[in-house]
């Protein structure tokens, strides 16, 4: 799996090893791309965006019942029996090379670990560690570690879900990951999110387990992902892009790969470079930014320019991004436990929560807020070149 084949041959979902992984082709133009607009929006002003070849004021949002049946939720199911193929042998020690007693399945925000490996679980019939309140992780509980003794197999599906960045908070993970790691515990596969993979390995030490997760996409797979939901919800509209005015979607007599050297495949290569290559991040993408004419014209569907997302200015300050990483490297947080784990002071930690999320940068999901699928590629962007700890993927 870790061959580079034709992205018109390779599987939407193909589970490798972490240093397999790879980012589609182009993205490191794009986060040029990205870098150069930012910077324009801030001398400028937004107004000087790229040129539309279709005025999105002519155009609405779907009505929810249509959108829902036009995309559909992501069906993690098939990804988690790629994993269920990939641990084949693995959890009775038989996996050349991975004998170690946890395996990791990492993804990036919106990723998609935690319901792969809730349906890997539930294929397998193997029950998963419930997450404790953060409330419990607040004051050091640790009781949530119980659920691994005595099983023989486990899984986790949210390693986020299970630690506080401070003294108190950390020490439950920080005792279960060296029961689990070495082999107190049983055989277990942890779900965790990349960043929190990657902070958790400088903070605990998580060396020597097997580490997987999903490849990323190019253009031409999301084509076909995009059109099997059209396909599949029992008509086939053609998809034309605000920016260049071209069909991005093949038509129902052409596959994919006829038009992978013209504009529609060029145009969702350019998403897929965006999103590095995350299927989860590509999906938000599609359904927040698909459109219908305004006049009620029920024939066709047009992608305002899906990478017109809630850009950060370029003189972000240090208080605002250290709430975007805390945000990232929990998973998500609430205001209480947000002001918890920040060098200072609740009243700081929320006026910058309140100003990000006014700007579409942070939103709120299950009572916790967690910066926006749109935001994403941008605020990883101004991590990196603020050189903070950045996930793997």
């Known amino acids: 799996m870790g061959e580079q084949p034709s992205s018109a041959d390779m599987p939407l979902w193909a589970v490798v090893e972490l240093d397999q992984f790879s980012t589609p082709e182009h993205t490191q133009a794009s986060q040029w791309r990205r870098s150069l607009r930012s910077a324009s929006a801030w001398l400028v002003g937004k107004h000087s965006a790229q040129q539309q070849v279709k005025d999105e004021h002519e155009l609405r949002s779907l009505p929810e019942v249509r959108l829902a049946h036009l995309v559909p939720p992501v069906n993690w199911a098939p990804a988690a029996s790629a994993l269920a193929q990939v641990l084949e042998g693995h959890l009775e020690g038989h996996l050349e090379g991975h004998d170690a007693p946890v395996t990791f399945f990492i993804t990036p925000p919106h990723g998609g670990h935690a319901a792969v490996v809730s349906h890997w679980a539930e294929q397998q019939q193997i029950g998963c560690v419930p997450p404790p309140m953060l409330s419990e992780l607040a004051v050091g509980s640790t009781q949530w570690l119980e659920y691994c ?35 107190r515990l049983g055989k277990g596969v942890i779900g965790c999110d990349s960043w929190t993979y990657a902070y958790l390995q400088q903070a605990v030490g998580i060396d020597g387990a097997p580490v997987f997760t999903l490849q990323s996409v190019e253009g031409e797979q999301l084509s076909r992902y995009f059109a099997g939901m059209t396909t599949h919800a029992g008509e086939f509209l053609p998809v034309y892009s605000t920016r260049t005015g071209k069909q991005i979607l093949p038509t129902e007599e052409e596959e994919p790969s006829q038009s992978s050297s013209n504009s529609a495949h060029k145009e969702l290569q350019r998403l897929a470079a965006h999103c ?11 359904h927040e930014r698909l459109r219908e004419p305004s006049s009620g014209k029920s024939e066709e569907l047009w992608l305002a320019d899906a990478l017109a997302d809630a850009e950060l200015p370029a003189d972000t300050g240090d208080i605002t991004t250290l709430v975007l990483h805390a945000l990232l490297i929990h998973g998500g947080l609430d205001d209480d436990s947000l002001g918890q784990v920040l060098p200072f002071s609740h009243h700081e930690a ?13 939103t709120s999901h299950e009572g916790r807020w967690q910066v926006a699928p749109l935001s994403y590629a941008s605020v990883r962007q101004l991590l990196a070149a603020r050189n903070y700890l950045v996930d793997p993927l």
């Open 276 to 286: 590095r290559g995350h299927i989860g991040i590509a999906w938000h993408y599609w």
């Open 149 to 183: 003794v005595n099983q023989r197999h486990w899984a986790l599906p949210a390693l986020e879900r299970h630690f506080l960045r401070h003294t108190q908070g950390i020490q439950g993970v920080r005792e279960f990951l060296e029961r689990a790691l070495s082999g």
């Open 350 to 362: 929320l006026n910058a929560r309140l100003a990000l999320q006014r700007k579409g940068i942070v």
